[in-house]
């Protein structure tokens, strides 16, 4: 299955951050242009305060960042929406009387934390400032 919590993070502050007016800012608007469910939206942003990228306007109404979107990198986003992403797993239950079953969590192991961290240094290196840049 395929995670897109960052990808919904990074739309739901992409519309924060290009919004004239945060008091319009709500989950219902947000859903619309996800496609998704308010609740959804609501259980995101709950991820995003937690993380303080993001903030209510005034007391529950309107959304806006803590942050500029210059000074949000990706890896943020993603910690935020889903601590504990991992690309990649490792099947448990191999077979260790046969020879690839014994050994494949051995040779995978190092291969995928590589991979993670490939991946990690990449999205640390590109804000959301960079995103949004592409939409105009």
Known sequence: MVNNRLAVGIHILSIVALSKDAEQVTSEMIAGSINTNPV????????????NLIKPKHKNRGLMLVKKPAEINLLEILRAVDPENELFSIHSGTNSACDVGRNIESALKTVFEEVQEESERALASKTLQQVI???R
């Open 133 to 135: 840049g592409q939409f």
């Open 40 to 51: 959804v939206v609501r259980r995101m942003c709950g991820f995003l305060k937690k993380a």
